[in-house]
């Protein structure tokens, strides 16, 4: 899994592309395909629940994840689930962090972006739903948690957010921001404990998790390319 360094090179592909603005645009797309792909799902999904009142509950009901569907083996809810938010419309904290995803696939390329923001998601959610079926046996709003459609791209974001506080260039800075995203996750658990606050705690963890070993194998991987002295 490889990570692209920052650069300058997306402000620079006008520069550098012959072709003028239409193929600069173009080469833009290409460098952050992963994150507009995402985004313009998202956000377009956003829209067309705000104009279309009846279309959030159809996406609910047919790509939302609950422990009976995760039974079943309905795994393409997996995929599509966090590409709409739990409510309708815009708004929230997940307005701001999906802008997060861009910045990522900037400093550390597409294939780090993806794994990311999809498996960010996926590890949280998937033991987040097996806690409350357990957890269901003796507490009836675990149960009723557990049998709830749910959505949303927060999960995914956190994870996100977490990676890129592990690519902080500055040692100082990095544990700052680590400090900061964890203390805060941590904090909610103690507060308030909701299985959707343990979910983020968990996303963020597997984020910060891919971004290190990606870090790892791309300075493994730079020690054994370097020619002898």
């Known amino acids: 899994m490889a990570v692209d360094g920052p650069g300058g090179e997306a402000a620079s592909l006008e520069a550098v592309t012959p072709g003028g603005p239409r193929a600069a645009v173009a080469a833009v ?59 309708p419309g815009f708004g929230g ?18 294939r780090l972006t993806l794994a990311v ?4 998601d996926w590890l949280s959610t998937i033991p987040a739903l097996v806690f409350l079926r357990v957890a269901a046996e003796w507490n009836a709003t675990a149960m009723a948690a557990a049998n709830t459609l749910d959505s949303g791209s927060s999960s995914a974001s956190i994870a996100v957010a977490a990676a890129l506080a592990v690519l902080v260039p500055q040692r ?40 290190v070993v990606a870090r790892r194998d791309i300075a493994s991987r730079s020690r054994m390319k370097r020619p002898p002295e």
């Open 29 to 87: 797309v290409r460098r952050f395909a992963v994150s507009l792909t995402i985004m313009g799902i998202v956000v377009g999904l956003q829209a067309a629940t705000a104009l279309y009142a009846g279309l959030h509950p159809w996406l609910t009901e047919h790509f939302g994840v609950d422990w009976e569907t995760f039974r079943q083996g309905q795994w393409y809810r997996f995929a599509v689930s966090p590409l709409f938010q739990h409510s």
């Open 93 to 110: 904290l997940n307005q701001f962090l999906i802008l997060l995803v861009p910045v990522l696939e900037w400093m550390a390329g597409p």
């Open 117 to 120: 923001f999809a498996l960010g």
């Open 172 to 211: 100082s800075l990095r544990i700052g921001c680590l400090a900061a995203l964890f203390g805060a996750l941590i904090l909610r658990v103690l507060l308030y404990g909701n299985e959707y606050d343990w979910q983020h705690l968990l996303a963020g963890c597997v984020g910060a998790a891919l971004t």
